[in-house]
């Protein structure tokens, strides 16, 4: 299966990583079934299309999967595949003539195209983001602000922490639901500048830290990027729900080495 964008960059990341840690493993292959297929009818290129499809492994789950080509002799690729959280209940999506609906629903609380800056309003902010009030604080959410929570751990009283999270330079992909709401895939870049008190071994990071940055020993500060898939409903009435989630640590830059 070929990849591109987030979905390449998340995946080409973890396999360094598993490789140069586990190189006696085999890779962990993901398989799909059930598959229903959402190809919307769009005049301009990149062409994409959607898939939901049972995802087999432990636990049994459902996904969903873009399929994007940048032209009418390109290859079909995954850009993005999320898999929904726990307990969560997957809209009907709309067809009209047998094809998926793209585009932005009118009147809902969050419009799609701005749904991805909100979120990451939310991811920065929590409870005191003025997002608060139209997206709900979701599985995915919570775990990723827990994860930033420890980073200021590391960072320590007197370190310093600079975080960011910003929408990817693309737009997302929008799907209408049978109730008049919006299915929006889209992708969030988080990156983040460590300056703890004092000086650090890179392996406090991680080890994929040290994998993904080349280098090992005594480092001043830390910067990463990590890229956040999700795909969230925006129904026609109420807060903005994320559905699925798949992400992961892309890049990492251990600077300032003690010798």
């Known amino acids: ?95 009209a003539r047998g094809q998926a609906v793209a585009g932005q629903p009118r009147g809902l609380t969050v419009l799609p195209d701005r749904l991805p800056a909100a979120h990451a309003d939310l991811l920065a902010k929590g409870s005191a983001s003025s997002s608060f009030e139209r997206l709900r604080l979701d599985q995915a959410t919570t775990r990723l602000r827990a994860q930033d929570e420890n980073q200021r751990i590391v960072a320590g009283a007197t370190g310093l922490l600079q975080l960011s999270y910003q929408p990817a330079p693309l737009k997302p992909y929008v799907l209408q639901t049978s109730d008049g709401g919006a299915l929006v895939l ?55 729900r994320v559905l699925a989630y798949e992400g992961g640590l892309t890049a990492a830059v251990l600077t300032g080495r003690i010798a």
Do not use: C
């Open 186 to 240: 889209y992708v969030i870049t988080a990156v983040s500048d460590l300056k703890p008190k004092t000086v650090f071994a890179g392996v406090e990071g991680g080890a994929a830290i040290e994998v993904l940055a080349g280098q090992s020993g005594i480092f001043r500060s830390l910067n990463q990027t990590r890229m956040e898939q999700f795909a969230a409903w925006v129904p026609k009435s109420g807060k903005a």
């Open 1 to 95: 299966m070929y990849e591109t964008g987030s979905m390449l960059a998340i995946d080409a990341a973890r396999y360094k990583v598993d490789s140069r840690l586990h190189p006696r493993d085999k890779a962990a292959q993901s398989s799909y079934g059930a598959a229903q297929f959402f190809i919307p009818r769009l005049a301009a290129y990149p062409h994409w299309f959607v898939v939901q499809a049972t995802r087999t492994g432990h636990p049994r789950s459902t996904s969903y999967l873009v399929f994007e080509r940048s032209s009418v002799v390109g290859g079909w690729k995954v850009s993005l595949a999320v898999t929904a959280l726990a307990g969560t209940k997957l809209p009907r999506l709309a067809t």
